[in-house]
């Protein structure tokens, strides 16, 4: 199983939080993460292991929306900041709506997030 992981400037730390929070979960079940680029390094930077695409500004949500489109992304984690202005927002808005066409899980805050971590 793979889980995207992005978050928003705002969120980032918010992120790593709950990927720490949840790591022997992911470990036992041998989840795999993939990240924007940004929100890769600080999950990195905490010591934890992903695969780190581009920046989301740069095309790193779209790179995760290609993987979600050719079936190789089974949840998506997307803490956004719905406060802030995002350069990328068409891109967002692209993942979030494949998303719903894929008929993937998108947890856009760590409330949903818990709630598709107990699923597993």
Do not use: W
């Not at 795999?32 to 934890?48: D, F, Q, S, Y």
């Not at 008929?103 to 107990?118: C, D, G, H, V």
């Amino acid at each position: 199983m793979t889980i995207a992981i992005i978050a928003h400037d705002g969120k980032k730390a918010d992120m790593v939080g709950f990927i720490k929070d949840h790591l022997e979960l992911l470990q036992q079940r041998q989840i795999k993460l993939i990240a924007t680029g940004t929100t890769g390094a600080h999950v990195e930077r905490a010591g934890l292991e992903v695969e780190r695409m581009e920046s989301g500004p740069y095309g790193g949500d779209a790179q995760i929306a290609s993987r979600l489109v050719e079936h190789q992304v089974d949840m998506v984690l997307f803490f956004r900041d719905p406060l802030g202005k995002h350069p990328h927002e068409v891109d967002v808005n692209m993942l979030m709506r494949l998303c719903d066409v894929y008929n993937i899980p998108l947890a856009t805050n760590p409330a949903a997030a818990t709630r598709f971590m107990q699923t597993l």
